[in-house]
């Protein structure tokens, strides 16, 4: 009960904010720039999302389907490159600046370069700039997690005889946790941009990259900006996926307990 | 020996155990900067490594797929990337194409990305200035205020799903209409600034909050018991405790910041930049592919150019301090 | 009667007043300081003597009673920069060479840079770190952070030493010569020292009165005075110090036994 009751007042300022913020939004819009809005009042980009649904669910399930797609395997891959990586210590130590050093490549740009390998029209390059951009954070912030242990547990559980098997299973993993929870955020609403970008450049002709194009070299900016909003849901809704999936992986952790409390 | 180190052996032969477990200390540190700067050269060594090692794996796959006719050998199955010269173009060509010029007596494919990569550096730079300023800028206002950091930081959070990138052209028209009113006139290329500062001011903003709250509660006492003003606070002790904090944020935001500049300029229209370089090059694949490679090397390059930067200053102002960078 | 260094009179402090966690950390403390006296608080955890001191330092508020110090509110002396503190953890920025660090209060006093420069050089020199200055904390032992942690707390002369568990994270070697080095300090300068601490034998090597605090709430059950004359390396083997040893360890235990 108090417990609700503190959650509630907690979401209180926010929610005012947005509130707030859209109103004040809405009412400069109507006051200053009553035509042709380059940026829309948030009620035309509602009354444009309710009638283009169509088109627009159509583009946010093409979108998605690359954005989930690419988002699983980027994960599962950096995940499994972590724990092989850290399986050797002198690997690690080698390859985790370079990887962090990969990061610093705009990846996007090799989208063009994917469209050359994978064809045009396929999906598949759009899933290779999301698997590629969400490789990284997943695969730098998990290999931080399985090494950045305190030496004091591994050298417990050595006392216990423990096997490189075990130690990994009781202590490096749970330690990575967190770590790993994070870069999924992280990657949340990167993948989102990513996979629109990459549209841009090929891909399918119906997904939401080429309509927000499409509709802004139409003027027609309130279809763009509902497309945009479908990719945002989009993100927050994978971020949503995170942060659920954090706390009942790791009830125990600490920021979880933080915003719990 | 240096003189200081002369000084505490004679002092170290008085019996002060403090002065001796300082010369371990001292020992100490010597030993690790030595190890930090093994480490890095060896780090450079493997990067270079890296960067043949994937050069040979380009032209191993290729090699291996004109052989067997583009299926995987034993198993048999297609294999996912075709091996002919316009999908792969062979290594040599892509790496000779730099020197060639474009046009016959024009200029170089090199000088063409190395005027692109200033051009989009440029834009970058700019964003990132304003976005590090912007970020700040909130952080200090959320410290300042808690209702403020409870009412907008999840909005701070949020904004970074909307995919602005995305939407640079309605970004740039919006700019030329709206931003008149600044004392210069509002250029194309600072529309793209602006999805760069978008990109940038995010990751500035949280981890510049975290590092402003970094300071020990000690410390805080420390400085209000000298009755210290909010504003001495603020500078003399919030600030330079979060520059740790700071500085992977900043390397983000750096990479976030030509990210943005490529994107924006390509969707944005923009002419002289490297992301439109790229697309020019995307659209005449078919003529020279060597030369789209060629270009993403450019963008590649000049990434880990400005995160480089940013790791020389972080290493710089953290060294200093005898710290080491997280 | 000649002013008080630091009169406290009935001061109570409740955290978290009127809520399901509130805590009474003290309960009606009178406590008067004179002058020149370096008195120690000491007593088990959640007695409240770290309180207390942050209480005298004007760093929090107390719920009920008065401070002065030097016949002024706390609030005022901190203003007047009358208090200077040393914690457990030295509390140097890292960013800050030796020397800046020891400036730093009088960087936000406004003395002017030669000033400063000259000050910090002759702090150095009092706690024995003359070549240091240039050198930055994290270059640092624990014992000569503390050492500059003293320095800059001594640095603009304050009239009360204010000081929670200083030695707390030193090893006992490094303490028991801090301990010296303090008192030689304290003889040199003449400052009124309050001083909080875990460690009986470190309570009355250093005070010239030990104050007994009792937990839940926080009180003062016992002042016991400390003569001991002037302290050198046999006075922690001489039959004095054990007696009063013994009987500050006492005065806990019955602290504890009430509990």
């Not at chain 1, 090799?110 to 390059?125: C, D, K, Q, T, Y």
């Not at chain 2, 032969?13 to 100490?28: G, N, S, Y």
């Not at chain 2, 603020?234 to 405790?241: D, E, K, S, V, Y």
């Not at chain 3, 300068?189 to 926080?218: A, K, N």
Request: hydrophobic share 45%; net charge neutral.
């Amino acid at each position: 009960m108090t417990g609700l009751r503190h959650r509630l007042s907690a979401s209180l300022p926010p929610v005012a904010f947005g509130l707030a913020g859209l109103a004040l939004w809405e009412s400069l819009l109507r006051i200053t720039d009553p035509r042709g809005f380059v940026l829309p009042p948030p009620s035309e980009i509602v009354a444009a999302l309710v009638d283009n649904w169509s088109q627009i669910w159509t583009g946010t399930r093409h979108t998605g389907y690359v954005i989930l797609t690419g988002l699983a395997a980027g994960v599962i891959l950096g995940v499994l490159a972590a724990l092989l990586v850290t399986r050797f210590r002198s690997a690690n130590e080698t390859i985790t600046p370079v990887a962090t050093a990969v990061n610093a490549i705009p990846i996007i740009a090799l989208a063009p370069v994917f469209n050359a390998w994978f064809g045009l029209i396929s999906p598949h390059s759009n899933q290779a700039v999301v698997t590629v951009l969400v490789f990284f954070p997943v695969f730098i912030n998990v290999t931080k997690g399985l090494t950045q242990v305190q030496p004091s547990q591994i050298e417990l559980m050595r006392s216990y005889a423990a096997r490189e098997r075990q130690i990994t299973r009781e202590v490096r993993i749970p330690n990575a946790m967190p770590f790993f929870f994070n870069s999924l955020k992280i990657v949340s609403s990167l993948s989102v941009i990513a996979a629109i970008v990459a549209e841009y450049f090929g891909g399918r002709q119906d997904a939401l990259g080429p309509m927000i194009i499409q509709s802004a070299g139409l003027t027609r900016y309130d279809d763009a900006w509902a497309a945009v909003f479908a990719g945002a849901m989009i993100g927050i809704v994978l971020y949503a996926l995170a942060a659920l999936a954090e706390r009942l992986a790791m009830p125990w952790h600490a920021s979880v307990r933080e915003a719990a409390r | 020996m240096s003189r200081l180190e002369e000084q505490l052996a004679e002092i170290a032969a008085t019996d002060d155990p403090i002065i001796r477990d300082q010369l371990i200390v001292l020992a100490v540190k010597r030993q690790e900067r030595r190890q930090r700067l093994r480490n890095s050269a060896r780090r450079t060594l493997v990067f270079v490594l890296f960067v043949i090692g994937l050069g040979l794996l380009y032209m191993g796959y290729k090699a291996m797929g004109q052989s067997t006719g583009d299926r995987w050998p034993i198993v048999g199955g297609e294999l996912p990337v075709k091996t002919n010269d316009l999908i792969m173009p062979p290594l040599g060509d892509i790496l000779t194409s730099f020197g060639r010029p474009l046009r016959a007596g024009g200029q170089t494919l090199a000088s063409l990305i190395w005027s692109s990569a200033l051009f989009t550096l440029r834009e970058a730079a700019t964003g990132f200035v304003a976005g590090v300023v912007i970020g700040l800028a909130i952080a200090v206002l959320l410290l300042r205020s808690r209702l403020l950091e409870r009412g907008l930081l999840p909005w701070v959070i949020a904004s970074q799903t909307i995919p602005l990138v995305a939407i640079a052209p309605i970004v740039v028209i919006w700019a030329n209409k709206n931003l008149g009113f600044l004392p210069w006139e509002w250029q194309k290329w600072q529309s793209v600034s602006l999805i760069a500062t978008y990109l940038t001011f995010f990751p500035v903003a949280v981890s510049g909050l975290r590092g402003l709250k970094s300071p020990e509660p000690e410390a805080l006492e420390l400085m209000d018991s000298y009755a210290s003003t909010w504003g001495q606070t603020l500078f003399r002790l919030r600030f330079p405790a979060s520059l740790p904090y700071l500085f992977p944020a900043l390397k983000l935001a750096a990479t976030a910041s030509v990210v943005g500049a490529i994107v924006g300029e390509i969707s944005a229209g923009v002419r002289g930049g490297l992301g439109r370089l790229i697309l020019d090059f995307a659209g005449k694949y078919t003529t020279g592919p060597e030369r789209l490679y060629a270009s993403v090397i450019g963008a590649a390059v000049l990434g880990l150019f400005v995160v480089g930067v940013i790791g020389q200053a972080e290493r710089f102002v953290l060294g200093r301090r005898g710290q080491e960078a997280v | 009667m000649t002013e008080c260094a630091v009169r406290a009179e009935g001061i109570t402090k409740v955290f978290n007043q009127g809520r399901p966690n509130e805590v009474h950390a003290l309960s009606e403390v009178d406590l008067a300081i004179e002058p020149g006296e370096f008195v120690s608080l000491i007593g088990p955890s959640g007695c409240g003597k770290s309180t207390l001191l942050r209480v005298i330092a004007s760093l929090t508020e107390p719920t009920e009673g008065q401070i002065t110090v030097y016949g002024k509110p706390a609030e005022q002396a901190r203003l007047d920069r009358d208090y200077g503190m040393a914690f457990q953890h030295s509390g140097l920025f890292d960013w800050r060479s030796v020397a800046r660090n020891i400036e730093l209060p009088l960087e936000l006093m406004g003395w002017s840079r030669d000033k400063r420069q000259q000050r910090a050089r002759e702090m150095l020199e009092l706690v024995k770190l003359g070549q240091f200055g240039d050198h930055h904390p994290a270059e640092l032992s624990g014992g000569m952070r503390q050492r500059v942690a003293i320095a800059r707390a001594l640095s603009f002369n304050p009239s009360l030493l204010l000081m929670d568990e200083p030695f707390g994270a030193l090893d006992e070697m490094t303490r028991e010569h801090m301990q010296t080095e303090l008192l030689r300090i304290w003889s040199e300068t003449g400052t009124t020292v309050v001083f909080v601490t875990h460690s009986i034998p470190e309570s009355v090597y250093l005070s010239s009165r030990v104050v007994v605090m009792s937990p839940r709430p926080g009180r003062i059950s016992t002042e016991i005075p400390v003569d001991l004359g002037g302290r050198d390396a046999d006075t922690r083997e001489s039959p004095g110090f054990f007696a009063k040893i013994t009987e500050v360890r006492e005065a806990l235990r019955a602290v504890e036994g009430a509990e």
